[in-house]
C-alpha cells in the first residue's frame, strides 16, 4: 500500500530541507550587515532605566480630595505603574497567551523564531511573528515594528542583550507598561482604567484574561466594538492559564462563564468639570516655568505623566451646573457662566463656563468656548463694577452720607479736547429720585447718575481723572490684566470687558477686609515619579485699608437686603452688586459670604444681543433676576454646611471726625447751611481736607432761648454765624441760660451778622429741678428736618412734623427747604415724657 505525497516532489523535500541552512546563510549576512545600527541601539540598553523615560505618559488631573478627573494625552494613553501594582493574574494571563516559555528562554525562543523563520522565508517577508516578550518590549521601544527580516533579527540579538541587563520582573514590568490594549490605552493601568475603569491592582481573572486577549489584536478583539469575538478570545486565554497550571479547572470554569464585565471609562468622552480642566491646560500651557515655548509645554502637558492637583470642588461643582441649568432650562435661555472662590485662599472651587463642553455638530458652536474666563472678549460687567468706583470714593474722602441730586438723566463736561463737550448718562429705565440721596442709597439702587457725579468730583470737575482712581482701585483689587482696563469715564457704569473669574477675584479682596489673593486652581503638580515641579503659595496683600473695605461690606450688604439684588438673598450675612449691560446684553451678579464669593454672567455666546421680550421669555434679563437667581440656588448650597460669619469689623480701625458740607463732600466752613451740615466718621487717612468755598448767605436765625450758653454758641455758629454775649442777673432761670436773643429766632439774616445772647447770672440758689416726669425740649429751630427731628426722638419725645412755608413767597422771601421755623411746645420749655412734639418747616420745594 503506498501513499500518495503529491503534490510535494523530490525536489520540493529537498529544497524545504535546504530552507534551515538558506536561513542560518541569511541571518549571518543581515547581522553583520546590521552592525552600525545595532551598535547604536545597545547603547540604548546601558541601564535599565533607559527605556520607560522616553516613552509617552498620561498625565492625570485631580480634584480637590485627590480624585482623578480626567486623563490627557496624545495618541498614547499611558500610565506607568510599578511591578508590585501589577497584580499576579495579569501577569500570569499575558505570559500564557504571548510567552508561554518566557521563563526559560534568553530573550529569543529559538523553536518559535525558527519556525517562524521558515515561514518568513518562504513567503519573503514577515507573516508570523514568533516574538517573545522581551522581543516585543524591543520592538515598541526601540527597533519599531517595520515588517522585514532585518528588522526582526536585530529585535532578535537586542532582545538577547536586554535579558542580560535585567530581570525577568523588569521586562515583564517594562512590558505591560508599553504594549498596546486598544483604544488608546498604553500599558496595563490604560487599559484596566479605558475597559474596567478601576486601577490595574482591582483586575479580576476574567477582566485579566480579556485584557491579555487584546494585544495580539486590539482592534479584532476590542470587548467595546466585538464582543462575541474578545469572549471567545478571553476564554483562550483562560484555557492556557488553565493547561499552564495558573489556574484551576474549577476557576476556568467559573471564569469562563462570566459575562465580559465591561466598564468603559469616560476619560476620552466626558468628564466632570471640563470648562475648568480647560482652563488648567490653558493655564499651562501659558506658563514659561514648565517650558520655553508653548510647543515644549504642551508635550510636556500630554506626555509627561504629570500629576495636576486641583482645587476644584466637585460637590460644588454640580450645584454650581445645576444652578445654572435650573435657571437657563430651555435652548432659547441665554448662556450663564459661573465661577466660585475661596477669598481667603483664592482657590477655585467651581466654574461654570457654557451648556455642554462635550456637545458636538452645528447646533453647538460654542461648546468649547469658557465664558467662566470670557470667551474671546470678555464682557461688559454693567454696574458690578460701581464698587470700585465706590472704594475709590471712600479711600478719597467720600463719605457715604455725601448726598447728590439723582435726576433720570445729567451731562457730565468733559474736558477740553474731548470727543464730546458733555457725557451724557441716564438712569435705568429713566429712574428719579426726589431731592438728594446718600452715596449709599445711590449704591444700594444702583443711580448712574450718582455715580457719574462721583467720577467726577473724584477727579475735581474732571471725570477722565476721576475714571483712572476707579481703574487703579479695580486693578488693586483683582487680577486684570495690565491694559485691560481702559480710564474712560463710562467705565464706572462698567462698559470695560471683564469675566467671572477676574471680577469674584476682586470681590473676594473686599470679603476678606481688603487683603488681594490671586485666584489659583492648581494645588500642586508632581512628575510621573512623584517629585515636585510645582506648588503656589499664594501670599495675600493688603491692597485695601481695612476700614474701607468694611465700610463698602456694610453698603454691599444693603443691595441684596433691600436693593436691586433681593433676589439673592440666601438668609445669612451677605454682599454683593447686580450688573446690566446696555440693551439688557449682559447681566451679572457677583455677591459673597466672608467663606465664598461667587460671580455669574448671563448673555449669549454669539455677540451683543438684547435680552427682552420676545427673544427671552421675561420682559428683560436684568442683573437682579436670572443672574441673581442663580447666584442664590448655587449659593444657597455651598454654604449648607458653613456656618453664618458676619462681616467683622476690623480691630484697630482709627476714625476720625469731620463736619463736612454733604453735599459737597468739603470740610464744612462757617458759612456752611446748617442743613448741608453733618459731623460724620471717616476711617484715619481718609477724611477730607479741602474746606469748602461757601459765600454768606441769607439763613433764619435758630432760636436758642433757653439753651445753655455753649448750645446756643455751638447751634449759632454752625448756621455761620457770630455770637456775642452779656449778661443780665436772675434768680429764676438757671445760671449761664440764654434768656434773650438779638436778632430775635426766625429773622433771615446774612450769614456773619452777629447775634447778641442774653444769659441769665443767677447769685441765688439753684432753680427748682424740672417736674417728675417731665423733660427739657430741645431747641430746634433752624435746623433741617431731619436732624430736629432725630434730636427730639433722642431726648425721647414723640414728634410730629407738618410742612408749612415760612413766608410767602417763598422763592424771594429767603424760607430755606426743609428748615424747621416753629416748634411746639417751644425750645427750652419742660414737657411729659413721650409727649410729642410738633415742628413746622419748609416744604422741600
Known amino acids: 500500500m503506498s501513499v500518495l505525497v503529491a503534490p510535494y516532489t523530490r525536489r520540493t523535500l529537498n529544497a524545504r530541507r535546504a530552507l534551515p541552512a538558506i536561513a542560518g546563510l541569511v541571518a549571518f549576512s543581515l547581522v553583520a550587515t546590521a552592525c552600525g545600527s545595532l551598535s547604536k541601539q545597545l547603547q540604548q540598553l546601558r541601564s535599565e532605566k533607559a527605556i520607560l523615560p522616553t516613552l509617552q505618559q498620561t498625565s492625570l488631573i485631580f480634584d480637590d480630595h485627590g480624585r482623578p478627573i480626567t486623563a490627557l494625552h496624545y495618541i498614547q494613553n499611558r500610565t506607568i505603574i510599578p511591578f508590585y501594582r501589577m497584580p499576579l493574574v495579569i501577569r500570569n494571563a499575558v505570559v500564557s497567551i504571548e510567552d508561554a516559555r518566557f521563563y526559560d528562554h534568553h530573550g529569543v525562543d529559538a523553536k518559535a523564531l525558527f519556525r517562524a523563520a521558515i515561514e518568513n522565508l518562504r513567503s519573503g517577508h514577515i507573516v508570523q511573528g514568533g516574538s517573545t516578550i522581551t522581543e516585543q518590549l524591543v520592538k515598541n521601544t526601540i527597533t519599531g515594528d517595520d515588517r522585514t527580516i532585518s528588522r526582526k533579527l536585530r529585535e532578535a540579538v537586542l532582545a538577547y542583550e536586554l535579558e542580560s541587563r535585567l530581570t525577568k520582573s523588569q521586562i515583564l514590568r517594562d512590558y505591560l507598561n508599553t504594549v498596546y490594549f486598544g483604544q488608546g490605552a498604553y500599558g496595563i493601568q490604560a487599559a484596566a482604567r479605558t475597559f474596567f475603569s478601576r486601577q490595574a491592582t482591582q483586575l479580576s481573572l476574567p477582566q485579566a484574561a480579556t485584557l491579555a486577549g487584546l494585544i495580539a489584536s486590539p482592534s479584532s478583539f476590542d470587548p467595546a466594538y466585538h464582543p462575541d469575538a474578545a469572549r471567545v478570545r478571553r476564554d483562550i486565554v483562560l484555557s492556557k492559564m488553565r493547561d499552564q497550571a495558573y489556574i484551576s479547572p474549577e476557576a476556568y470554569a467559573a471564569a469562563a462563564s462570566s459575562p465580559l464585565g465591561l466598564h468603559i471609562s469616560k476619560d476620552a468622552a ?172 445711590g449704591t444700594i439702587s444702583s443711580v448712574n447718575t450718582v455715580y457719574a457725579q462721583i467720577v467726577r468730583d473724584l477727579g475735581a470737575g474732571n471725570p477722565n481723572v476721576g475714571a483712572q482712581k476707579i481703574i487703579d482701585a479695580a486693578y488693586r483689587m483683582g487680577p486684570f490684566p495690565k491694559g485691560s482696563l481702559q480710564p474712560f469715564p463710562s467705565a464706572v457704569l462698567g462698559t470695560n470687558p471683564v469675566n467671572t473669574l477676574w471680577m469674584a477675584s476682586a470681590y473676594g479682596t473686599l470679603a476678606t477686609m481688603g487683603k488681594k489673593v490671586a485666584p489659583t486652581a492648581v494645588v500642586k503638580i508632581t512628575d510621573a515619579t512623584g517629585h515636585l515641579i510645582y506648588q503656589p503659595h499664594p501670599q495675600p ?59 455669574v454672567w448671563v448673555g449669549f455666546p454669539q455677540g451683543e444681543i438684547d435680552m427682552v421680550y420676545p427673544r427671552v421669555r421675561i420682559s428683560h434679563v436684568l442683573g437682579g433676576t436670572w443672574p441673581a437667581q442663580i447666584w442664590h440656588d448655587f449659593m444657597l448650597k455651598a454654604t449648607a454646611k458653613l456656618p453664618p460669619i458676619a462681616f467683622p469689623q476690623p480691630p484697630n480701625i482709627q476714625y476720625v471726625y469731620v463736619t463736612v458740607d454733604i453735599t459737597h463732600g468739603c470740610v464744612a466752613s462757617q458759612f456752611t447751611p446748617p442743613a448741608n451740615r453733618r459731623t460724620l466718621p471717616f476711617v484715619k487717612g481718609t477724611e477730607p481736607t479741602k474746606l469748602c468755598d461757601d459765600k454768606p448767605q441769607n439763613v433764619v436765625i435758630p432760636s436758642v432761648v433757653g439753651l445753655k450758653v455753649a448750645d446756643a454758641k455751638t447751634l449759632l455758629q454752625s448756621s455761620g454765624f457770630k455770637v456775642a454775649t452779656k449778661e443780665q442777673k436772675t434768680d429764676t432761670v438757671p445760671n449761664g441760660t ?21 444769659v441769665a447770672k443767677s447769685s441765688g440758689p439753684t432753680p427748682t429741678p424740672p417736674p417728675p416726669g417731665k423733660k427739657r425740649v430741645p431747641n430746634v429751630v433752624g435746623m433741617d428736618v431731619k436732624a430736629a427731628a432725630n434730636l427730639i426722638l433722642q431726648a425721647g419725645f414723640a414728634v410730629f412734623e407738618q410742612a408749612q412755608w415760612s413766608c410767602r413767597p417763598h422763592k424771594t422771601c429767603g424760607a430755606k427747604p426743609n428748615q424747621v421755623w416753629a416748634e411746639s411746645p417751644a425750645g427750652g420749655s419742660y414737657a411729659p415724657d413721650n409727649a410729642t412734639i410738633t415742628i413746622t418747616y419748609n416744604p422741600p420745594h
Not at 455725601?402 to 438712569?427: C, E, F, K, M, R
Open 270 to 441: 466626558t468628564y466632570p468639570a471640563a470648562y475648568f480642566v480647560e482652563y488648567v491646560k490653558q493655564w499651562f500651557l501659558s506658563q514659561p516655568r514648565f517650558g520655553k515655548t508653548r510647543d515644549i509645554r504642551r508635550e510636556r502637558l500630554l506626555e509627561g505623566g504629570l500629576r495636576i492637583y486641583t482645587t476644584i470642588d466637585l460637590g460644588l461643582q454640580k450645584a454650581a451646573e445645576n444652578a445654572v441649568n435650573d435657571v437657563l432650562l430651555y435652548k432659547t435661555d441665554p448662556y450663564g457662566a459661573l465661577t466660585a472662590i475661596d477669598p481667603t485662599t483664592g482657590a477655585i472651587r467651581a466654574m461654570v463656563g457654557g451648556r455642554d463642553f462635550f456637545a458636538t455638530g452645528k447646533s453647538s458652536p460654542f461648546a468649547k468656548v469658557n465664558l467662566a474666563t470670557g470667551g474671546t472678549t470678555g464682557r461688559p460687567a454693567g454696574s458690578a463694577f460701581k464698587p470700585f468706583a465706590l472704594v475709590a470714593a471712600l479711600e478719597n474722602g467720600f463719605s457715604p452720607q455725601q448726598v447728590y441730586p439723582a435726576p433720570p438723566h445729567i451731562d457730565i463736561p468733559l474736558p477740553p479736547g474731548s470727543p464730546t463737550p458733555v457725557w451724557p448718562v441716564d438712569n435705568y429705565d429713566g429712574e428719579s429720585f426726589k431731592g438728594t440721596i446718600t452715596i449709599e442709597q
Open 738 to 758: 440764654v434768656l434773650a436773643q438779638d436778632p430775635t429766632a426766625g429773622t433771615i439774616a446774612l450769614q456773619g451778622t452777629t447775634v447778641t445772647l442774653t
Open 541 to 599: 496683600q493688603q491692597v485695601l485699608n481695612p476700614g474701607v473695605a468694611w465700610e463698602a461690606d456694610q453698603i454691599l450688604q444693603k443691595v441684596i437686603s433691600q436693593g436691586t439684588g433681593t433676589a439673592a438673598n440666601i438668609g445669612r450675612p451677605e454682599a454683593g452688586k447686580t450688573g446690566t449691560g446696555q440693551q439688557w446684553r449682559n447681566a451679572w451678579f457677583v455677591g459673597f459670604v466672608p467663606q465664598l464669593v461667587t460671580a
